[in-house]
């Protein structure tokens, strides 16, 4: 049986393994912590990738330290733990700032990074991102007692975020 609490042990094993600079889980998984929990199929991941070189991303050392461990990549996920994870590399300076300012809370006694609803709101009204579901996710967000609203006024006005 798949398990949440396992894929977060290797995410830290990520981290701790020098594979990821650092991690913060977003998406529908991050709302577990903040909101109503809602169905979804998988674990989104924002990291930071260690520097190098190169200008363009890669995610090979990741997806090569996956398959070192039995991890298997299927389509645009690694299979940990049976929870299909898919690693989302900070593509803007939201992204950054969202991992950088992401809280370390605990699931079933395994410490965890995860993004600030204030954050998950503001990804989620990027203009390539404004799905409809994204759109239900940050509304529900918007009803939890835990989001800053003035956080998400200064990240919307610094961001120039459309509601």
Do not use: C
């Amino acid at each position: 049986m798949p398990s949440f609490a396992d894929a977060l042990r290797v995410l830290n094993d990520m981290k701790g393994s020098g594979v990821v600079e650092d991690y913060a889980v977003a998406g529908a998984m991050a709302m577990v912590f903040w909101a109503e929990p809602i169905p979804t199929y998988d674990l989104d991941v924002l990291v930071f990738l260690p520097e190098d070189e190169a200008t363009i991303v890669s995610l090979a050392p990741l997806y090569d330290w996956a398959a070192g461990r039995g991890y298997k990549a299927q389509a645009e996920h690694v299979m940990i733990e049976g929870v299909p994870v898919q690693f989302l590399p900070a593509h803007n300076s939201l992204a950054e700032e969202a991992i950088e300012r992401a809280v370390t809370l605990e699931y079933e006694g395994v410490p965890v990074r995860v993004v600030r609803p204030e954050y998950l709101v503001a990804l989620y009204l990027e203009p390539g991102a404004r799905t409809l579901k994204r759109r239900e996710r940050a509304a529900a967000l918007m009803e939890s007692s835990a989001l800053d609203r003035a956080a998400l006024d200064d990240l919307r006005k610094r961001f120039g975020l459309e509601p």
